[in-house]
């Protein structure tokens, strides 16, 4: 069995859930703090967990795509996203990030209010809110959005086949090759891979509840 | 040592409208809950934004609506003592303190270790809150805004999620930091007792409008609004009518009475339960009355009556288990109860 798809799975979901992360509790904290437009704001973050993954996939083709306006400007330097693998990272953000954001923005929502308005009466700077109170206190829930995002990327079909393509040891990670697979009727090779992706994301959502289980524990509780 | 307030903010349902200075001592806002009371703290400390007014602590203008000025809440110096304490739940006490104080390494432990001390929190440094009574909670409170450089001290009804004991215990300790404390404090309460013995003056908030700013003694011997009336925790109440500026119609009672004073626009009249007493025969502002119903409370006795003959409100009289015991003998020779209202007890409210 060529091991590429895996590799090349891990590689894309563990870069995009890197940009994910910080992109998905930034905009957290943005919405969270918005008094205009939070509904508009939320809902455009959110579409891309609604929408079927071929539609997202066709948008960044439209957007990112050669004839597209970021394509031509990129063309200056014979760079070219679709079909590479940077296309692969950039479906997969895309397609995670709302479950990073939607969870993150959980996690906020839940602080006391009063824990962060004391904060701010003592004199400590949002900054500082945000780091030492903020981000701590809600990190069981930033956990979770981590590995949900994490795992939807390792899953990621539709938008990737549309953007990045099928190529084997370039585009074609572990969900596209069972596609490749059942579509050359090699049916123990689609089982295999589908196997492979069941243990992994088994594993994060196990490792998942047992984090989080365990950050409960010291003094995690609002009085 | 001086906060000037006058604002100005609409809510949901009613408008928000306070308006007093005070300067070195314990000021109180005695209110129902949802009055606009702690909004008013709310907007001091600059959590929330008044529509209209001026904040002025100690000749720096936290807000002022005209100046388009709007500290924020960092930069106001103002300590907030929440409700329910709000420590930083992921820091031990001695983190939680730390956090809030400034200036450099050696003058944070400075500051870190004078408050652990001041508090009695040494042994406890180390804890979380979630591991501490409610009584350490509120002292690591105190020590965190201590040792930021607050001017203004803000209590949000400090003991209003406790039983009856420890909020004694959390009082007296309340009691020796305000006193120790000697700068501006604010102190938000529907608690009459608590507003009583804490502060040195009050002022009565209803319908998110304040009353009249007054020494605590006064407010509490003589009411002029039935919102104070009834705060202060008068029990007995009535609709008045004045007949001249001596006697006053209590319809809710169908009595007339004798006060001191009764002001043309006077629209109720109170009196405290304590205050009333049976009598054997008729007198002045003695009526005849009939038992409604009697409640044994834990140690007095609490007994309804209404005007005899009359389908009037009743009155609530509290008066001592003994005292009772006499009167009930009285009543069961079948002779009637007379009840007095003494002149001098009787508040003439306005509205």
Redesign the interface.
Known sequence: MELSPLVITLETAGAATVVTFFAGIGLAWMVVRMNHFKGLADAIITLPMVLPPTVVGFFLLLFLGKRSMVGRFLLQWDVSLVFTWQAAVIAAIVVSLPLMYRTARGAFEQL?P??I??????????W?IFW??LL??ARSGILAGLVLSFTRALGEFGATIMFAGNIPGKTQTMSTAIYAAVQANDYALAFDWAMVIVFFSLFFVVLMNWWIARSGK?????? | MELMVRIKKKLRNFTLDADFAVKDEVFALLGASGCGKSMTL?CI???ETPDSGYIVLNGRVLFDSEKKINL?????????L?????????MTVRENIR??A?GTDAEKKQKVQANLERFSLLDLADA?????SGGQ?QRT?FA??LA???ELLLLDEPFSALDSYLKWQLELELGKVLQSYEKTALLVSHDRGEVYRLADKVAVINQGKMEKVHEKKALFKQPESLAAALLTGCKNVSVASPLDNQHVRADDWQVDLLATNVPAKSKYVGIRAHFLKFRPGPGENTIPVDIVQVIEDTFSMLVMVRKAGSDGKTIRCELSKQEWQEWQQWQETGKPIYLHLPPEKIMVLAD
Not at chain 2, 72 to 80: D, E, L, S, T, W
């Open positions: 006391e009063n824990v308005y004391a904060a701010q009466t003592l004199g400590v700077s949002e500082r030492q109170v701590p206190n010291e003094g995690c509780l609002w009085n | 709310k400390a600059g959590i924020a809440p960092q930069k106001r110096r103002v300590g907030y929440f409700q329910n304490y709000a420590l930083f739940p992921n956090f809030a400034s979380y809150p979630a591991e501490l909670q409170a965190r805004i930021s450089d607050a």
